[in-house]
């Protein structure tokens, strides 16, 4: 049975969660790179310990947590440590999510979806036979992040700035899904519509 990869990427607010659900409808399995790496930072002692070399043993709280604010503050305005910490971040993602596509394979599932804000940059995207992005202006995604975060306008525009633009994404993924409207609705269509002429074609 064939087994196809689909890389989902896009910035913040763009509404690539809504895209999610459409696939998990379909019966993709579902490999959120975020949430791999939550559960990493306590399941996967070398990350810790190699975390903890590089950044001090300062970056756990008194119960180990990962303090993300602390190790956010190490690597925000240092280029250099914050590749290391990607590099760091990246490769046991990598590890983990083929772990996750073997038993998705196992499972009997014929696709997967690897949702990642930094698909193309960690590598990921060359594991994936299709690539989609999500996207929508920096307008819009500053309102949708207010609302889903409780932050204010200052602070939801420096993280819409802080990502790529648009363009990165667009220009190096095969398909691209543009979420402008304030019906989700209409996302949901554009997506099933997409995912049935790839998965089907």
């Keep these: 049975m ?3 990869i689909i890389g989902l990427t ?39 310990q190699e975390l ?13 947590v990962l303090q993300r604010k602390v190790l956010g503050a190490k690597v925000f305005d240092d280029p250099g440590a914050l ?6 971040t990246h490769r046991y993602i990598h590890m983990e ?14 696709v997967a979806v690897v949702d990642a804000i930094a698909l193309i940059e960690s590598g990921l995207a060359d594991i994936c036979q299709i690539t989609v992005a999500v996207v929508a202006g ?13 932050i204010d306008e ?11 633009p648009v363009s990165f994404f667009q220009s190096h993924c095969q398909y691209t899904l543009h ?16 995912f049935d002429h790839i998965l089907h074609r």
């Design 138 to 150: 920096p307008e819009t995604r500053t309102k949708r992040i207010m609302a889903r975060d409780g």
């Design 83 to 88: 590749e290391e910490l990607n590099a760091i």
């Design 97 to 110: 999510i083929q772990h996750r596509l073997e038993q998705a394979r196992e499972d009997g599932k014929s």
């Design 2 to 4: 064939s087994f196809t």
């Design 179 to 194: 979420n402008d409207g304030d019906d989700p609705g209409q996302l949901e269509q554009q997506a099933t519509a997409l």
């Design 154 to 164: 200052v602070y939801a525009r420096k993280r819409v700035e802080a990502q790529k």
């Design 10 to 48: 896009g910035p913040t607010g763009a509404g690539k969660t809504t895209v999610l659900h459409v696939l998990e409808g379909m019966g993709a399995a579902v490999l959120d790179c975020d949430a791999i790496y939550h559960d990493l930072t306590t399941s996967s002692q070398p990350m810790r």
């Design 52 to 64: 903890a070399r590089r950044f001090g043993s300062d970056i756990y709280d008194a119960q180990g």
